[in-house]
């Protein structure tokens, strides 16, 4: 972020009270399907891919493909711009996203929205979805079989919004999304690719990580200057 003023803000916003920038750093642009008939069928089940996003809601909201549906209080869709350049892989509700439907309004999404603030974002601008739609009792991390039930409607969501980043958030977001069990450390600082677009996939850590251990708030600042670089550099090769 080249202006200080925007950027100390933003750092700020994440709870980074000092940042030293490398020398050399360029400076950053700012970053301006299951029809719900199929709710119930097994996982692994053929999926159309061809719902939109009306019928994909109503099929996500009506899911009963894994146990999970028996202890939410609603499905957790996703929010934010269906046309999103930006689009945000979490891991699944908590308490609070059960009761209000929506991701990432818990303590954790107020740090995320600093992220993605630091980004030259508003929430608003971005969509943001999770790995699962249905809360994890104690929010326990997903099981494998719950992952594969999620996975296509999280598929579907992507292709619909076919945005030109994925920023994963987290272990759980990460290594399902890419296929990897490769932890997040590893995954950090690269350039990875998703679906048969290619989409570049950026991986930071989780803001619920971040507010237990705040030190490492400076390597998800680096990961969201990265992010943004790669973004500039898939707008360059749009051209
Ligand atoms: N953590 C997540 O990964 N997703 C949410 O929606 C909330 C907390």
Redesign the pocket.
């Known amino acids: 972020m080249k202006d200080p003023v925007r950027r100390q803000r933003a750092l700020s916003a994440m709870g980074v009270t000092t940042w030293v920038p490398r020398r050399g750093s360029a400076a950053l642009p700012a970053a301006d399907a299951l029809p719900a008939s199929e709710a119930g069928s097994a996982p692994g089940t053929a999926v159309g891919d061809a719902l939109d996003w009306e019928s994909l809601a109503a099929t996500v909201a009506a899911c009963q493909r894994c146990e999970l549906h028996r202890g939410r209080a609603q499905t957790?869709f996703g929010v934010g711009a269906r046309d999103a350049r930006w689009m945000v892989i979490?891991?699944?509700?908590?308490q609070e996203?059960d009761r209000q439907g929506e991701?990432?309004v818990?303590r954790?999404?107020q740090l995320l929205n600093s992220m993605i603030g630091a980004l030259g974002l508003k929430r608003e601008q971005v969509y943001i979805a999770?790995i699962l739609k249905c809360r994890p009792p104690g929010n326990r991390d997903p099981r494998p079989d719950e992952v594969v039930c999620c996975e296509p409607y999280l598929q579907r969501q992507i292709a619909l919004v076919n945005p030109a980043i994925l920023l994963c958030?987290?272990r759980i977001?990460a290594q399902n999304l890419l296929k990897t069990q490769t932890p997040v450390a590893k995954l950090r600082g690269q350039r990875h690719v998703y679906g048969p677009q290619q989409t570049p996939v950026i991986v930071t850590y989780?803001p619920?990580y971040l507010l237990r251990a705040p030190a490492e708030k400076r390597r998800a600042w680096q990961d969201l200057l990265f992010a943004q670089r790669v973004y500039a550099e898939t707008r360059q090769d749009r051209r």
């Open positions: 957790v979490g891991e699944a509700p908590g996203e991701p990432f818990g954790a999404g999770n958030v987290g977001a989780h619920a």
